[in-house]
């Protein structure tokens, strides 16, 4: 309280001369002192609703008693010092009312240490209000997101066991809503554009929302809110499509408007027994749905949990598989179309796990490429293709072409390189034994830096191939400066081509292009007679697929090796006409 201000003192007191005497003690007080006097509980009653500094109370009113007058002050929520004075209550009477939450209990014989008990039971409320004043700031510091206003994570898992257990489950979810392009927009307009977003989406949430919901910022964009529906299942992702329509409007920051892309990921609260992590993990999964799919949300389902879960396990199985040699190879023929001869062979990397069995490369490749394993993984895979290479060699077999898929960060390795001439080296083979085949999509992530790389490779004699085409974005200016030697046309055109003419029409173009820039063209997935007769009336140079041969293991491919030396001695190419001594 400032000096300035009066003292507001209420009087509880029946006596008029006992009134005037307590004023009286205020005479020479520091303070103006502006009083009031009651003697009614319900002129006390009245008089609770306007703030008062301090109350003091005669002990002996005659309507009501001063510890009901200290109670209907607490009840009140006021925080104003509450002093009794009397001319006959005992010590033990004192104490109760001061145990009971009276400031001070006073003497009518003793009325000189009013003023300073008063001073004393103010000083004790300012320090007490001081002390939650700092204990409300540490909890925001705590529980509160500054940028936002919105409770933080933690208070948001305190609150939501709270909301449950009040009756928050059965038709109840929780929303996850990631704000995308926030790095984007940091790194273009500055972070108080990214904080002045953050505090637009969340007013807006706490509008579209409906009343009651718990709504919370974990940062990064992301926020999390749970809230009652009682509509259908169709009808609740209806309201939530409509939120996230509403969500996405241009934002006006610093006088520009500012596009986000929202992604919500739902589920349902099922009962009041379900762990909070597991709610958000599911939130969160269906929220990665939707972003893979492309859309503005999605809600869980079991399935996903199921796939979510494998794929933590594949993750995890994952990082010792290749100390516990569990990887192997499979080698899947390629056919000149010419002469119905095998021509060379694709290595394909399968995975045995002793826990998860047989994990399709799908669900394995994806994981590998993510965590960075790749390298390690794809740089065995090129030692086991020479050192299999030799084997077939020194065998007396035909030494054919093998090729390797090659990923963009095994690309961004600075060792690829110097691990693919060390393969070759130590096998003692020429450079032109081992192909490297590339997606499209890779090639075009960083295309510089991957132009360079391949041109070492193809210097150093090793074949290049632009696997997978048509399905990424590479311009004929690029294709021309690549140093590959074939081109692979994606399986999805080849399926397609009995029923489909456009498929027909890009397969055909895409081998005139390739034959016009003077590239060998191999098509994959051939799996019918079909395919191979429209093949072979275009032109195409080779194909693959299980009109020919599944990938076999590599005892599997031993035999056609000899029965094609066997067939035709000079089918089983040289050394020599690789044109590249040995590495």
Avoid at 273 to 301: K, N
Wanted: net charge negative; aromatic share 6%.
């Amino acid at each position: 309280m400032k000096a300035q201000e009066a003292l507001r003192l209420l009087l509880l007191e029946d006596s008029a001369d006992d009134a005037a005497l307590l004023q009286r003690q205020f005479a020479g007080y520091a303070r103006r002192v502006v009083s009031a006097v009651e003697s009614t509980r319900d002129g006390y009653l009245a008089a609770l609703e306007q703030d008062w500094d301090v109350i003091v109370a005669d002990c002996m009113l005659p309507q009501f008693g001063v510890a009901e007058a200290l109670t209907l002050l607490q009840r009140s929520g006021r925080d104003c010092p509450f002093i009794a004075v009397s001319g006959a209550v005992g010590e033990e009477a004192a104490v109760a009312l001061m145990r009971g939450g009276a400031a001070d209990c006073i003497s009518k014989a003793n009325l000189a240490r009013l003023g300073p008990a008063v001073d004393s039971a103010l000083q004790a409320r300012d320090n007490r209000r001081a002390r939650h004043a700092a204990e409300q700031a540490l909890e925001r510091m705590a529980f509160y997101d500054e940028v936002s206003g919105l409770p933080n994570q933690r208070y948001f898992s305190r609150e939501l066991s709270r909301w449950v257990d009040a009756g928050g489950a059965g038709a109840a979810h929780l929303m996850c809503v990631g704000v995308e392009r926030l790095p984007a927009i940091a790194a273009t307009l500055g972070r108080q554009s990214v904080d002045g977003i953050v505090r637009e989406v969340a007013a807006r949430l706490q509008r579209l929302l409906p009343c009651g919901a718990l709504l919370s910022y974990s940062g990064c964009g992301d926020f999390v809110a749970v809230f009652r529906s009682h509509a259908t299942a169709d009808h609740a992702a209806a309201e939530v499509q409509s939120l996230m329509r509403r969500l996405a409007v241009p934002y006006e920051i610093r006088q520009r408007e500012i596009f986000i892309n929202p992604v919500a990921g739902i589920c349902a609260i099922d009962n009041a027994d379900e762990p909070i992590d597991d709610l958000l993990r599911r939130a969160m999964a269906a929220q990665g749905q939707a972003r893979e799919r492309g859309e503005s949300m999605a809600f869980f389902d079991h399935q996903v949990e199921q796939a979510m879960l494998r794929r933590l396990s594949i993750s995890q199985r994952l990082r010792g598989a290749l100390q516990r040699q569990d990887f192997s190879l499979r080698y899947q023929p390629k056919v000149n179309l010419a002469t119905g001869r095998i021509c060379g062979m694709e290595a394909l990397l399968r995975w045995n796990d002793k826990e998860l069995g047989a994990v399709p490369p799908d669900q394995f490749i994806a994981l590998a490429e993510e965590s960075g394993g790749i390298v390690d993984v794809g740089a065995w895979v090129i030692r086991e293709v020479c050192r299999q290479l030799r084997r077939w060699r020194d065998a007396d077999l035909p030494l054919l072409r093998v090729a390797v898929n090659v990923s963009v960060r095994q690309l961004r390795d600075p060792l690829f390189a110097t691990t693919v001439r060390q393969a070759l080296h130590d096998a003692q083979l020429p450079a032109a034994a081992l192909e490297l085949e590339l997606t499209e999509s890779d090639i075009m992530t960083d295309t510089e830096t991957a132009i360079a790389l391949l041109a070492d490779l193809r210097a150093l004699g090793v074949i290049i191939t632009v696997d997978d085409f048509g399905t990424g974005y590479s311009s004929l200016s690029y294709l021309k400066r690549l140093p590959i030697s074939t081109l692979k046309i994606d399986r999805s055109f080849i399926v397609d081509m009995v029923d489909d003419a456009d498929s027909r029409a890009i397969v055909e173009a895409v081998v005139a292009l390739a034959h016009s820039l003077r590239l060998t063209v191999v098509a994959e997935g051939v799996e019918e007679q079909a395919h191979l007769t429209f093949l072979r009336d275009i032109d195409c140079d080779e194909a693959q697929g299980y009109l020919f041969s599944r990938p076999l293991p590599v005892e599997g491919i031993a035999p056609l090796l000899a029965a094609l030396a066997a067939v035709d001695d000079a089918y089983a190419v040289p050394e020599a006409e690789f044109g590249i001594e040995s590495v």
